[in-house]
């Protein structure tokens, strides 16, 4: 098993809903592969967030008295000798409509808590790359050094383009880390704003439109095109950090 097979497959594994075959496939590879490892233990933390911190919707007493009274009419009823369906199905429809309402609100909280947990890992990475002083690996105005150099370090090739003439020079790349797999960074800089540019293959969770968030300071702009999800961030003003998104959507 691959690394993208194994990660699409994680949250079901997770969940215990992979067939033995793929189980013992993706045990395989989650002991031979750390990136997918930690990917299957933030699964897990984020499950067991969603348990201790999502909304919990208790039935109203107009539907738990439906319910009920359905029951107790299927109780009546199942006296006699025959068996109506329709009070069952009543039943079984109440039911399966709070299991699907329980369910889509499970499922919009884990998103979004999904969604937090990668934006405090970019803010994370792009502070730890001004203190540490690891901006770059690469350090190179030219696209055309710096996109070859990641060839061979990920399994993608992140779109690279110079934007010297706009005022937003490229000044190199480097590999980063955020929701457990490696990504590529590009390096920008406006004045003496270093701006981070994380790019990485697009699942079409975490950003499908543009997205803007402000946080400790930074302002942090999401998207995903082309089959890449793209993120950028640096303590810029709201509105050059957009001009700078714009040249990147040209
Ligand atoms: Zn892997």
Not at 5 to 29: C, F, K, P, W
Request: hydrophobic share 40%.
């Amino acid at each position: 098993m691959r690394c993208t097979e194994a990660q699409t497959l994680i949250e079901s594994y997770v969940d215990g809903e992979l067939d033995l075959v793929r189980n013992l496939d993706m045990e395989q590879h989650l002991g031979d592969c750390s990136a997918c490892s930690s990917m299957r233990q933030q699964a897990l933390e984020l499950r067991s967030r969603i348990r201790q911190e999502a909304p919990y919707f208790r039935a109203s007493a107009d539907l738990k008295e439906k319910v009920r009274a359905v029951a107790r009419a299927e109780r009546t009823e199942s006296r006699r000798s025959w068996v109506p369906m329709w009070t069952w199905s009543g039943a079984v429809a109440a039911v399966l409509l709070l299991a699907v309402i329980t369910f889509g609100v499970v499922r919009r909280a884990a998103e979004s808590s999904r969604h937090q947990i990668i934006t405090q890992e970019i803010v994370a990475d792009h502070i730890r790359s001004l203190m540490a002083n690891h901006l770059t690996d690469v350090t190179s105005t030219d696209q055309h050094t710096v996109k070859p150099w990641f060839h061979g370090k990920l399994d993608f090739a992140p779109p690279v383009d110079d934007f010297a003439a706009e005022g937003f020079p490229l000044i190199g790349g480097r590999l980063d880390y955020v929701d457990g797999r490696s990504v590529a960074a590009l390096v920008y800089q406006r004045r003496q704003h270093p701006i981070n540019l994380f790019v990485w293959t697009a699942d079409g969770k975490y950003a499908e439109k543009l997205n803007r968030q402000a946080r400790q300071g930074y302002n942090i702009l999401s998207w995903s095109r082309d089959g890449m999800t793209y993120c950028a961030i640096s303590d810029l003003a709201a509105d050059e950090m957009q001009s700078f998104v714009d040249l990147l959507q040209k």
